[in-house]
């Protein structure tokens, strides 16, 4: 079993920052892939970003290339997704989930376990 906790949501204007943290605890994660989804009112839950815990490789959304930056602290076993020049369209419940040997890290199907979920809202 793994347990994520998101932090770090909340209320932004438009142009403006966020930093969110997933602090992943249980399981041992060294070969976990940490990945970011979201899903705003009556849409689908769709991929942002993801980083294998291993390697180090990253994976963004087209929509969020060059705003949004993943990173992780192995010794802390915590993901951060930083989200620079926030959009109105970013607003969403952002969820922290993780899995093991993804084929591809933007498909949803591959992760295994999800956090609750923290709110971004972008006012314009």
């Known amino acids: 079993q793994v347990q994520l906790v998101e932090s770090g949501g909340g209320l932004v204007q438009a142009g403006g920052s966020l930093r969110l943290s997933c602090a992943a605890s249980g399981r041992t994660v060294s070969t976990v892939t940490m990945g970011w989804f979201r899903q705003a009112p009556r849409k689908e839950r769709e991929f942002v970003a993801a980083?294998?815990?291993?390697?180090?490789?990253?994976y963004y959304a087209d929509s969020v290339k060059g705003r949004f930056t993943i990173s992780r602290d192995n010794a802390k076993d915590t993901s951060s997704l930083q989200m620079n020049s926030l959009e109105p369209e970013d607003t969403a419940v952002y969820y922290c989930?993780?899995?093991?040997?993804?084929?591809?890290?933007?498909?949803?199907?591959?992760?295994?376990?999800w956090g609750q979920g923290t709110q971004v809202t972008v006012s314009s």
């Open positions: 989930t993780c899995g093991w040997r993804l084929s591809d890290p933007r498909r949803r199907s591959g992760y295994t376990y």
């Open positions: 980083i294998s815990w291993s390697s180090g490789r990253t």
